[in-house]
């Protein structure tokens, strides 16, 4: 019975650990805000736990509720293998927006530096 004992407790105090590896794990290593009207958007760089990084795009749009407030979010994960992908394709779409369905419109003008938060660890 004892020895039953010592194996649970041994079990907690790991499963404790494994706690705290997760929240290290999903520590971030560099995040850049941009606040937009009633969004704001989260770029995020965390580590992997194999030691690799991924980038998270967050959506956050506060949402009033019968308690108050809370936040609806969205979130987009982008991993190395997929970087150039995306990048690829993200700059062909707003090239697309820019040049050809838009392309009065002077997206410079509407561009507020102090909306951008740099927070580099």
């Known amino acids: 019975m004892i020895f039953l004992f010592i194996f649970t407790c041994n079990w907690t105090i790991e499963s404790k650990f494994k706690i705290v590896e997760d929240r290290i794990d999903k ?15 989260f770029f995020d760089i965390k580590p992997t736990r194999s030691g690799d990084y991924y980038v998270t795009l967050t959506e956050s749009k506060k949402k009033v509720t019968e308690d108050g407030f809370t936040y609806e979010k969205h979130k987009l994960f982008l991993y190395k293998e997929d970087v150039k992908k995306f990048t690829e394709a993200l700059e062909e779409t707003l090239s697309h927006l820019k040049n050809e369905l838009m392309p009065d419109y002077d997206f410079d003008a509407v561009y507020d530096k102090d909306l951008i938060e740099d ?3």
Not at 27 to 41: D, H, P
Request: glycine share 6%; aromatic share 16%; no cysteine.
């Open 119 to 121: 927070k580099n660890f």
């Open 27 to 41: 520590a971030e290593i560099f995040s850049k805000r941009v606040k937009a009207g009633k969004r704001t958007y």
